[in-house]
């Protein structure tokens, strides 16, 4: 199942940098134009479910936060591309171990629905704690005065690992932030 998985971010990775290449070329007269915005935000997974257990943010020790990081890119068609960092921080509340840090590497596609919305997938892999996955997304956004948008984006992340007998841990959040 890894091998796959890396397999798939690796064809999202190269398929990504041609579509991002070809309209930078059609474009090279306003290079501007391939990148649509960036954003920042905070994420919290809310509950998360694996092998029949069922966990929710009530637990001390399931707690941690995450500070997505993006930049999008436009490509030829409605289809856009998004790569993603996430530092995620998992305190642990009374324990010798202070804190755990880890960066989730989040490279994805987003699809416009109109009036605000957007459809997303992103693929997954979290360095230090060895998971591989992927993350459906909706995502609603309100324009602000500034030219910025606040949105809020409903996240399902799909992780497998860190050992072969992890199984399948189906977990589910709330993503806000500003996009400019």
Request: positive net charge; glycine residues 12%.
């Amino acid at each position: 199942m890894k091998k796959l998985m890396y397999l798939l971010m690796g064809l999202v990775c190269i398929i990504s940098t041609k579509v991002i290449a070809q309209e930078s070329e059609k474009k090279m007269s306003d290079p501007i134009s391939v990148l649509a915005g960036y954003h920042v935000g905070v994420v919290q997974i809310m509950f998360a479910a694996n092998k029949g257990n069922f966990t929710t943010l009530d637990k001390y020790d399931f707690y941690f936060i995450g500070f997505p990081v993006g930049i999008t890119f436009n490509t030829a068609g409605k289809l856009k591309f998004d790569l993603e960092f996430v530092p995620v921080i998992k305190p642990y509340f009374n324990s010798g171990v202070p804190i755990q840090v880890h960066l989730l590497f989040h490279p994805g596609i987003l699809y416009p629905l109109g009036n605000g919305w957007t459809f997303g997938f992103r693929l997954a892999y979290e360095n230090s704690v060895n998971q591989i996955g992927f993350t459906p997304l909706i995502n609603k956004g309100f324009k602000r005065k500034n030219n910025s948008v606040f949105f809020f984006e409903l996240v399902a992340p799909a992780r497998f690992g860190p050992e072969k007998n992890s199984g399948y841990t189906q977990l589910g959040g709330l993503h806000v932030g500003l996009g400019f």
